[in-house]
């Protein structure tokens, strides 16, 4: 029984020692500070590839408030790629959403935390808005300051 503990603990040992994830996100968490209802509401992260081989992303689940858009698909080795989200809370306040991102190059999703406060809620019309292509470039804030 001591030998299959001690097989099994070296077996996980090595799997997380060797199973590094080759992608970085430029951010995991985004603050998009007080927010009018007219306030450009998206941020770009950037996902690197840091590996030896291609990356796939395969899905981003989130929640029904938020809209997103990624450049490509397949991260090429030394190539980012940009995942646009943006933000439609149903309702004025404090808002917080968690972005689940699925690459192939480990098992669990990446989390990336979105949240800010909407001071005002647009009465009439839609509030939801379609996420800004990518020729739009995000006003005020850098999209990629960030505190650690």
């Given at each position: 029984?001591?030998?299959?503990?001690?097989?099994?603990?070296?077996?996980?040992?090595?799997?997380?020692?060797?199973?590094?994830?080759?992608?970085?996100?430029?951010?995991?968490?985004?603050?998009?500070?007080?927010?009018?209802?007219?306030?450009?509401?998206?941020?770009?992260?950037?996902?690197?590839?840091?590996?030896?081989?291609?990356?796939?992303?395969?899905?981003?689940?989130?929640?029904?408030?938020?809209?997103?858009i990624v450049s490509k698909k397949r991260v090429l080795i030394g190539s980012p790629s940009v995942i646009r989200f943006q933000v439609n809370p149903a309702k004025k306040g404090l808002f917080s959403y968690d972005v689940e991102v699925f690459t192939n190059?480990?098992?669990?999703?990446?989390?990336?935390?979105?949240?800010?406060?909407?001071l005002e809620f647009k009465q009439g019309g839609s509030h939801v808005i379609a996420c800004p292509s990518f020729s739009d470039k995000p006003s005020g804030r850098n999209p990629n300051d960030f505190d650690l």
């Open positions: 029984m001591s030998m299959r503990l001690l097989l099994f603990f070296c077996f996980t040992l090595s799997i997380s020692f060797f199973g590094n994830a080759q992608v970085s996100f430029s951010t995991v968490k985004y603050d998009f500070g007080e927010l009018s209802s007219i306030s450009p509401r998206y941020v770009d992260v950037t996902v690197t590839n840091n590996g030896a081989k291609d990356v796939l992303i395969f899905s981003v689940r989130k929640p029904r408030e938020v809209t997103s190059d480990k098992n669990e999703a990446t989390i990336i935390k979105l949240k800010g406060n909407l």
